[in-house]
């Protein structure tokens, strides 16, 4: 508990300190949050444009589904050889998303703690007690749900990959889940979730543009691809040469290649004597065929008078016996 009070404290003291300069602690939770999402925004440029490819990638996901359904090792490499190949991280998208949970207590504990000051802003009389009006959780509510909108592509491509569907279920209750606990939370924490969903749908909208949001509203104006935020040629695979996976996504790469090495290398193996004993039989049978084609016979021939020769003292032999008896 010592690094979390730290950490509220931290935040309390970096409060004071802009509410010293505008005189305001609502202006001091706006200020506070617009420098920690502009410090966040090369992180969060990347995770957008990480979702919003793996959202372009569906079709050939499914591609590759309907090619390697029987072969799910096939399938898993394949599937990732294709996340390299576009420079795509499928758990970049919810990174951001999880590091403003601790910012978002860390600021209701730390709003608390300063409000007993009688911090107001407003319409609100006490930013450490919830909205009376419930203003700032529909707000925020609202703007995250057009964000979630506006992540998606137009035209609304149901997503293949299972870890991109989770995520799809979770932004789609983000909305609500904002609206439930902000009901009832502290105001200044609420601010802070409306002022960084404000943020986010401005940014949101310099990355990818409006995304699905244009079904609802096609008149929204779009900026053009190379000038937003983080654009980038995908990599071909033309480009690149031969295949050569990196970070953690190439590490498990290399580690499924070399199981499924050494699972073709034991079934090659376990294959080999079935494959090896037709052949030697075909050698034998050449070889006999070769002997009896040449006169000649594998085992010494046969003499008619000795066969006789031998029947003849079997019979004597036979018949001494039976005298003897």
């Not at 506006?150 to 983000?174: E, H, I, L």
């Amino acid at each position: 508990m010592g690094v979390w009070h730290g950490y509220v404290g931290f935040i309390e003291w970096a409060l004071g300190q802009i509410t010293g300069v505008t005189g305001s602690v609502g202006l001091s939770i706006i200020v506070f949050t617009i420098f920690l999402k502009t410090l966040m925004l090369p992180l969060t440029v990347k995770s957008i444009r990480s979702t919003a490819a793996m959202q372009e990638l569906q079709p050939k996901i499914k591609e590759l589904q309907k090619k390697y359904s029987k072969d799910r090792q096939k399938l898993s490499e394949e599937t990732m050889r294709l996340y390299q190949q576009y420079q795509v991280n499928p758990a970049a998208g919810c990174f951001p998303m999880l590091l403003q949970i601790p910012i978002f207590f860390g600021l209701y504990f730390a709003v608390r703690s300063i409000s007993h000051d009688g911090g107001s802003f407003l319409w609100i009389p006490n930013l450490g007690l919830p909205d009376p009006w419930k203003v700032l959780p529909i707000a925020a509510g609202v703007f995250q749900f057009i964000q979630t909108k506006m992540m998606r592509p137009a035209g609304g491509v149901k997503a293949a990959d299972p870890q991109q569907q989770m995520m799809n279920t979770m932004m789609n209750f983000m909305p609500l889940m904002v609206v439930f606990f902000g009901w009832n939370f502290a105001a200044g924490a609420v601010l802070y979730w409306a002022t960084q969903s404000v943020y986010s749908v401005v940014q949101q909208w310099f990355i990818t543009g409006w995304g699905s949001m244009k079904n609802w509203f096609p008149f929204l104006p779009e900026l053009p691809e190379h000038r937003r935020l983080g654009h980038r040629k995908p990599v071909e695979r033309i480009d690149v040469g031969e295949y050569q996976p990196k970070g953690v996504m190439g590490m498990l790469q290399r580690r499924m290649q070399d199981a499924g090495d050494r699972q073709r290398t034991a079934a090659e193996t376990r294959g080999k004597p079935s494959e090896a004993a037709p052949a030697t039989k075909s050698k034998q049978e050449a070889k006999g065929d070769g002997g009896a084609s040449n006169g000649t016979a594998a085992t010494a021939p046969v003499d008619p008078t000795s066969s006789r020769v031998m029947t003849g003292r079997t019979r004597a032999s036979s018949g001494s016996d039976n005298s003897s008896s």
